[in-house]
């Protein structure tokens, strides 16, 4: 009996703990990046994401019966992998998507985890290499060459919440572009105005320079990109 066991340890049960490890390590790679860049689908998310699909790949082999159909859990996990991925694509004001970079992030994990589950180690491997790579290296010559479209919040104080909004219009019509989510608060003898502005990192540096050469307005604050995939 111990000798049985022994030897289920070192075989099946040895075998499926070295893939979930190994699942774990490469999705949180994978999600590590989504983290930094503050995305829904983040570190525990992928993590979670490649050492199920890693499992429900064993078990499909491992519980399928003789002669039997060893995909029939496996193929299941696309379908509900779809399910999370379109909950984290979002869509904003105009035409504008958010969420698609981390949605095919996910679908990617998912099919390392199965590709770790079924065995496929260095193929596992090489698939996560090249997702980190187009994540950072893509991701930062998109910016660099103004392909990429960033949506930036800016924050500006002003006397009156009319003359403030004017001028900013006034500014940002040279760039043929328009607020979106505009929020107003009052701060004392000032207004507090809040609107997110969507365009290349090229137009939001000459947005934020017209911005902070106005007279009229008194303070002018970039809060920073409000999504960047």
Not at 149 to 155: G, N, R
């Amino acid at each position: 009996m111990v000798g049985m066991l022994r030897r289920e340890m070192s075989s099946v049960a040895g075998l499926s703990m070295i893939r979930l490890v190994m699942a774990a390590i490469l999705g949180g790679l994978i999600g590590l990046e989504r983290e930094l860049k503050h995305r829904p689908a983040g570190l525990r998310t992928n993590m979670f994401i490649c050492i199920g699909s890693a499992m429900f790949t064993i078990l499909s082999s491992q519980l399928a019966a003789e002669p039997g159909d060893h995909t029939r859990i496996a193929a299941q996990i696309i379908t509900g992998i779809g399910f999370i991925g379109a909950g984290s694509i979002l869509h904003g004001p105009g035409e504008l998507v958010s969420g698609l970079t981390t949605a095919a992030t996910i679908f990617v994990v998912a099919s390392v985890g199965m590709a770790v589950g079924g065995g496929l180690y260095l193929t596992a491997a090489f698939a996560t290499g090249i997702v980190l790579i187009f994540l950072f290296a893509l991701g930062a010559m998109e910016r660099q060459l103004n392909l990429k479209l960033l949506v930036f919040t800016y924050e500006v104080t002003g006397r009156h919440v009319d003359e403030i909004k004017v001028e900013v219009n006034r500014i940002l019509e040279k760039l043929h572009s328009l607020m979106k989510n505009v929020e107003v608060a009052p701060a004392g003898e000032h207004v507090r105005l809040q609107f997110d502005l969507a365009g290349t990192r090229k137009q939001q540096e000459e947005a934020l320079r017209g911005l902070q050469q106005s007279s009229l307005l008194k303070s002018v604050t970039s809060l920073g990109p409000a999504e960047n995939e």
